[in-house]
């Protein structure tokens, strides 16, 4: 099977860069994926792929991602980017895995 | 527009069985993967398995591999996630959602499965 690791909490200042990683594995062979929780919400896709935004997702979320680690960057945190993130991958048996989760806290 | 939409909330005793249902709507659901994902309260996601509707082709996480059971329905484009004995420890939030090549794209908005004596 295979491990996502993520920082539990993160923090960052209003309007300030935050950096929020996923650590595992299967990054070398897959894209990782995130998603945001807000409380009593379903996840919500933020970006995929190389470093692709759904629609209606800000400019403000990007993805990276080298050797091991992908990142979600939010340049220009709001109010309403505190949230619960998830990152997700492909494993090599075909099957998926979550990270353990990033509560974001903006100050 | 893709919908994902969940039955409602259950409440059961330990040992009884339940049967809980995706109904996608928007989309070719033959077409694409849909899984399913548990939240336990307070607690993060977990990635529980999927199902091809199109060939019923179905994959489990070790984890709860034996311990659910996911099948789907095409003719009324409805995935399902059963329990043949629940237990205290299945309380949770359970999400089903759309897979593709390696993102999940939609989901469902969660079926609330409390099991307590």
């Known amino acids: 099977s295979s491990e996502l690791t993520q920082d539990p909490a993160v923090s960052v200042a209003l309007g300030q860069t935050v950096r929020i990683t996923c650590q595992g594995d299967s990054l070398r062979s897959y894209y990782a994926s995130w998603y945001q929780q807000k409380p009593g919400q379903a996840p919500v896709l933020v970006i995929y792929?190389?470093?692709n935004r759904p629609s209606g997702i800000p400019d403000r979320f990007s993805g990276s991602s080298s050797g091991n680690t992908a990142s979600l960057t939010i340049t220009g945190a709001q109010a309403e980017d505190e949230a619960d993130y998830y990152c997700?991958?492909?494993?090599?048996?075909?099957?998926?895995?979550f990270g353990g989760g990033t509560k974001l806290t903006v100050l | 527009e893709v919908q994902l939409v969940q039955s409602g909330a259950e409440v059961k005793k330990p040992g009884e069985s339940l049967k809980i249902s995706c109904k996608g709507s928007?989309?070719?659901?033959?077409?694409?993967?849909i899984g399913w994902v548990r939240q336990m309260p307070g607690k993060g996601l977990e990635w529980m398995g999927i199902?091809?509707?199109?060939?019923?082709?179905?994959r489990y996480s070790p984890s709860f591999q034996g311990q659910v059971t996911i099948s789907a329905d095409k003719s009324i484009s409805t995935a399902y996630l059963q329990w043949s004995s629940l237990k205290a420890s299945d309380t949770a939030m359970y999400y089903c959602?759309?897979?593709?090549?390696?993102?999940?794209?939609?989901w469902g908005q969660g079926t609330l499965v409390t099991v307590s004596s």
């Open positions: 792929g190389k470093n």
């Open positions: 199902i091809y509707p199109g060939d019923s082709d179905t």
């Open positions: 928007g989309y070719s659901f033959t077409s694409y993967w």
């Open positions: 997700n991958s492909r494993d090599s048996s075909g099957n998926w895995v």
């Open positions: 959602a759309r897979h593709r090549s390696e993102q999940i794209d939609y």
